[in-house]
């Protein structure tokens, strides 16, 4: 049997493929009443970073939600409670798949706003500082966010004025459909970091349990030098821009480039390192089934969930 981290790491990335996958299923049933911003590609980076983080780290996400969202919470009845649109959800229905929020878990918001959650998370972590609450601060951010602004503002004052937070860059290669080499005047945002008072760390792996590591030390070392420390992981997103279904007749990126990536698939790359590493087929497949009835559940669950009344569209509003 593997070990509880092994464990751990595998349900998370399961978790996340099979909700996505019931996205997929259920979605054309026209009853989620959310936009979809799916995360099929990008598990391992959710699964890693969240794991390390425990249960007293606070992330902040982008609308591409669902994998940290799951990662973090494992909570699917939540999950689908919000995305249906019911009151049985945290948010009663009000924050869609876009802003999914579940502070109790420690993930604090996600935004359809790109780059904005980034001062946020950078004003949370600054808040702990002054608090000594020891809780470390994650935010994740993709492609489009490094060419705005407020990154680099919110990363130099991080670094001027000593703010342990993690930048969690998931890099695919595209800012919506567009590519790096259309957007960057420059060869490396890495470099350019680098000129900062900034630890940097980075991997172009599909291994949740390298990103795990990863950021364990991205952690200690932040603890250590009171420092921000920015992350620069490479992944490839399996579906369109927002939607549930492929978008390679747009031209932008090649069906090629797809498959290379989906041999290392990052579920099936965990799965099999579990089976090299002792853990039995039957095993695997025990967390599989347990897992899938979960979701089987909150989907019912969401389903039968009343909306919420009309006089909760002004509730907890400034």
Not at 24 to 46: C, F, L, N, V
Not at 162 to 179: C, M, Q, R, T, W
Not at 207 to 219: F, K, Q, R, S
Not at 240 to 258: C, L, N, P, Q, T
Request: with cysteine.
């Amino acid at each position: 049997m593997a070990n509880n981290l092994e464990t751990e790491i595998y349900r998370k990335l399961y978790l996340i493929r099979s909700s996505e996958e019931n996205v997929i299923r259920y979605y054309p049933q026209d009853q989620m009443k959310t936009p979809m911003h799916m995360s099929m590609g990008e598990e391992a980076i959710a699964a890693g970073v969240c794991s390390a983080l425990g249960n007293e780290g606070q992330v902040f996400g982008t609308y591409r939600s669902h994998a940290i969202y799951l990662a973090k919470t494992e909570d699917s009845d939540d999950f689908f409670a919000e995305i249906y649109g019911k009151s049985s959800a945290l948010l009663k229905g009000k924050g869609g798949s876009m802003h999914l929020s579940a502070p109790r878990h420690g993930f604090m918001l996600t935004s359809a706003i790109v780059a904005s959650n980034i001062p946020v998370a950078v004003g949370a972590a600054f808040a702990n500082k002054q608090q000594g609450n020891k809780k470390a601060v994650a935010v994740f951010f993709g492609d489009g966010a490094v060419d705005e602004g407020v990154f680099w503002e919110s990363l130099n004052a991080a670094c001027l004025m000593k703010i342990p937070v993690l930048f969690v860059y998931e890099d695919n290669g595209y800012a919506v459909h567009s590519p790096v080499s259309e957007r960057h005047g420059y060869t490396s945002v890495t470099e350019i970091v680098k000129k900062f008072n900034c630890l940097v760390k980075g991997a172009d792996t599909t291994d949740a349990e390298e990103i795990y590591n990863l950021t364990l030390d991205c952690l200690f070392r932040m603890k250590e030098t009171s420092q921000p420390c920015f992350l620069h992981l490479k992944y490839y997103r399996y579906l369109e821009h927002v939607g549930i279904g492929e978008d390679f007749k747009a031209g932008y990126r090649s069906k090629h480039e797809f498959e290379e990536w989906k041999k290392r698939d990052p579920v099936l790359t965990y799965r099999n390192k579990l089976l090299e590493s002792g853990f039995k087929e039957s095993e695997i497949i025990a967390i599989e089934k347990e897992i899938n009835l979960k979701i089987e559940r909150s989907i019912i669950k969401a389903q039968e969930a009343a909306f919420p009344d009309k006089e909760e569209l002004h509730t907890n509003l400034y």
